[in-house]
């Protein structure tokens, strides 16, 4: 109510009581837009509607076809008068071990928590049109647990009054983030799914909802909380349901790094699932994919002494060591068919990559071109590679995660003469890396494979044709292969059958991120964001000024801004910094100074035998030799700016 007088106060115009009956929108351009709301009370007539309906917002986007994907949850807590006095000032507590929380409530005491069985309420998503300031019945059974649990922390529970038990429903999202942003309706903004945090953010969420309608684009990175990060297969209902399940009842858990959920598993398969499961595989999953973090069976005991320190060794196998080690020692094999891959074709594809590109993608087909796109504020959207398959069709290949995100944002911009197409699931992909590559490929390939880095050719490998991209995110020789899915199960046989005399290991996406922390290869999301330009991350070779494009006249000196990502090694080869730890100043004496920036990634080298970390430092601190220390879990550890890339940094390896 303070937040509303607030804006009343400024110009805002509430209407209570008043029941949206649809929203307008029209698709004349091409492109739905949104265009007026139909009330019970008349039309309002607009270009922009922010959905901040709560648990409303799913039924809500459904008026003009947006799936929000929220589960309400009948969520309680009991309102008590406890025989002693409670303090005013007393803080608000809660207790992870016993699932409870406590706050002080005009004298007497609220006490809430998150059980094990929640209880899902209005599964259709469709609330009830009498539900206004309404709540749920009590349920006492459900409660009790929680009730037990309260008592054996704060002892006045046990002879409080319960003047009352509050049960209500509360939107909770499939993955336990906001849900804010602008959908594929132009004009149709979304700020929901708050997950009982919605007043304590209400400030903040305003403020950059305000300003991304103000100015066209986030005003920072809020790609966690995107809409566009939930895919289609949000738009099921059980697999939401399943999804917010697990993020409601595992609430106040402990989550160790690399935790991965395991509701609405498994969902989208790669064509060699089955040979993976054989092979005893540890899966993770992304945008819904089954991935190989790595196999069990891949497991060597003499490797135990490379186990990072505390929690980061808590998800972690031996069989990561093994297969980093096998891949620069022969050749790895690597199952990366949940890479997204857009497809960009029509006559004007050239000119538009040209425009939204860093780097010069009009090149002959078959060449392959490393390249970011950047906002209107020079940071960097997106992160990938563009293969020229023909003069009016291309390849982009990105990261699984942030794939709907990429095609959101080139799709936004592409004109009418240009089509983008979300080719995932067409397509299978393996990646051959390894000093064995060749060996392996030409004994089953008798097409010419001398091509060269950054090139691509179509090839038939076995009895399967393919496409073979000369890239790599491990720092070796090798190839990308993408053949028609139906194609990739014979294609993964093939690749084994000929491997395995050259001691080929099939390897998972635990190893890829070690080796690509040796390479010092930028990953989207941590080490590079929407906030950071590519001169300051070390990427500018990829940035060619003799050409436009969106978000150039924004960019910094090629030398870089303030701010720098900078390669740090720490001396404990076994403490691994993991995101977002502080990184402070080293004095000549040894002792810790203020605090000057933060890790943005970092992992064990197993072939350096190092722990490595990327963090962002000011331009006078990123010099190689400052000694600095980073805080990991508590600990202040001491490392040292180093040049990078750490493995093989004139690239000889790669190129072959």
């Known amino acids: 109510m303070a937040l509303a007088a607030g804006a009343r106060s400024r110009g805002a115009e509430i209407a209570t009581m008043t029941r949206v009956l649809s929203i307008g929108v029209d698709d004349n351009d091409g492109r739905k837009r949104v265009t007026h709301v139909e009330t019970d009370k008349g039309t309002i007539t607009c270009d922009v509607v922010v959905n901040a309906g709560g648990m409303y917002a799913y039924e809500i986007g459904q008026m003009v076809g947006v799936n929000v994907p929220l589960v309400a949850m ?6 008590t008068r406890p025989k002693v006095t409670v303090p005013s000032d007393l803080p608000t507590m809660r207790d992870p071990d016993r699932l409870v929380y406590f706050r002080e409530e005009v004298g007497g005491m609220i006490v809430g928590g998150y059980e094990r069985n929640p209880d899902p309420w209005c599964l259709d998503g469709h609330i009830p049109p009498t539900f206004n300031n ?12 929680l009730s037990e649990s309260a008592q054996t922390l704060v002892p006045c529970m046990e002879d409080a009054d319960v003047h009352q038990l509050i049960n209500g429903p509360e939107a909770f999202t499939p993955d336990g983030e906001f849900i804010l942003g602008e959908s594929h309706v132009g004009g149709f903004f979304v700020a929901a799914g708050f997950c009982a945090h919605g007043i304590a953010g209400a400030g903040g969420n305003g403020k950059v909802i305000a300003e991304w309608i103000a100015g066209g684009e986030p005003p920072m990175d809020l790609w966690k909380m995107d809409i566009r990060r939930f895919g289609d297969q949000y738009r099921s209902r059980s697999f939401s349901l399943a999804r917010t399940h697990e993020v409601y009842s595992t609430y106040y858990d402990i989550v160790y790094p690399n935790h991965e959920r395991q509701a609405g598993r498994p969902l989208r398969l790669p064509p060699a699932y089955s040979r993976h499961v054989e092979l005893d595989a540890a899966f993770g999953e992304k945008s819904g994919w089954e991935r190989v973090n790595y196999y069990n069976s891949n497991e060597d005991p003499t490797h135990e002494g490379s186990r990072p320190r505390g929690w980061a060794g808590q998800h972690w196998s031996t069989a990561i060591v093994t297969e980093h080690l096998a891949c620069r020692a022969a050749a790895g094999l690597f199952d990366e068919s949940s890479f997204a891959k857009i497809e960009v ?3 004007g594809a050239e000119a538009f990559l040209q ?8 090149k002959k087909p078959g060449s392959i071109t490393y390249t970011q796109m950047l906002n209107s504020k020079g940071g960097i959207e997106c992160d990938f590679t563009v293969t020229r398959l023909a003069a009016d069709r291309f390849l982009i290949v990105t990261g699984t995660a942030v794939g709907r995100h990429d095609l959101s944002w080139i799709a936004s911009h592409a004109p009418v003469d240009v089509a983008v197409r979300d080719v995932t699931g067409s397509m299978a992909c393996f990646g051959l890396w390894g000093p064995r590559a060749r060996d392996i490929l030409a004994a089953v390939c008798t097409d010419d494979l001398s091509f060269g880095y950054m090139q691509a050719r179509h090839v038939t490998v076995g009895a399967v044709p393919c496409w073979a991209l000369r890239v790599t995110y491990v720092g070796e020789f090798g190839w990308e292969l993408y053949p028609s899915a139906e194609f ?3 294609l993964w046989d093939t690749l084994v059958g000929a491997g395995r005399p050259h001691g080929l290991v099939p390897c998972g996406y635990r190893a890829i991120d070690s080796m690509r922390l040796e390479k010092g290869y930028r990953a989207w999301g941590s080490d590079i964001t929407s906030e950071t330009d ?23 000196d090629p030398d870089g801004g303030e701010q720098r990502l900078c390669c ?5 080869p076994l403490s691994v910094a993991l995101g977002n730890e502080p990184v402070s100043l080293v004095g000549s004496d040894g002792q810790l100074g203020e605090i000057v920036g933060r890790v943005s990634s970092g992992g064990l080298g197993y072939s350096l035998g190092l722990s490595i970390a990327y963090a962002w430092l000011p331009r006078a601190t990123g010099q190689p030799g400052t000694r600095v220390a980073v805080e990991v879990f508590g600990i202040s550890v001491a490392a040292e700016v180093r040049d990078d890339p750490l493995y093989d940094p004139r690239g000889a390896r790669l190129r072959g």
């Open 345 to 347: 074709t029509g006559a």
């Open 534 to 556: 590519p001169y300051s991350a070390g990427l500018g070779f990829a940035v060619r000024t003799d050409k436009d494009f969106l978000g150039k006249s924004a960019l910094p």
């Open 488 to 490: 990739g199960l014979k």
């Open 355 to 362: 425009t939204m590109c860093t780097n010069n993608v009009a």
């Open 568 to 572: 740090l090694v720490l001396d404990d």
């Open 134 to 145: 309404t709540l749920l019945t009590p349920d006492w059974d459900r409660f009790l647990p």
């Open 74 to 79: 009948a969520h309680q807590y009991a309102i």
